[in-house]
């Protein structure tokens, strides 16, 4: 079965870390670019990260809303990719979901801000919560 499936998502406090994970079943992640998405209630869908494939180098990018504060990686033995988030804010609360790009046509820039049609693969996503 081909899926993307999200994790470590929770409740933290202001400042805190979460790591989260995009982990692959069906299909092998190191052939695909991914990108971190999140919304929030009443929000348009923010492209917060995204990784070329590990064929292109693992360019990545940061929104500016997240830049400095988040850092996205692959584990290709694992089939993972993961989103450290650190210095979270009150605004970082959203739901957060992966999804998987094999055209690989575009750069990791630019696939931060395509439509969902563009993906090959979603996640469900997972929710972050950062409240005191």
């Known amino acids: 079965q081909v899926q993307l499936v999200e994790s470590g998502g929770g409740l933290v406090q202001p400042g805190g870390s979460l790591r989260l994970s995009c982990a692959a079943s069906?299909?092998?992640?190191?052939?695909?670019?991914i990108a971190w998405f999140r919304q929030a209630p009443g929000k348009e869908r923010e492209g917060v990260s995204c990784?070329?494939?590990?064929?292109?180098?693992?360019?990545?990018y940061y929104s500016d809303s997240v830049k400095g504060r988040f850092t996205i990686s692959r584990d290709n033995a694992r089939n993972t990719v993961y989103l450290q988030m650190n210095s979270l804010k009150p605004e970082d609360t959203a739901n957060y979901y992966c999804a998987a790009d094999g055209s690989l046509i575009t750069t990791p820039q630019r696939m931060c801000s395509m439509p969902d049609n563009y993906f090959d693969y979603w996640g469900q996503g997972t929710q972050v919560t950062v409240s005191s």
């Open positions: 069906g299909f092998t992640l190191d052939y695909y670019a």
């Open positions: 990784i070329s494939s590990s064929s292109s180098d693992d360019s990545t």
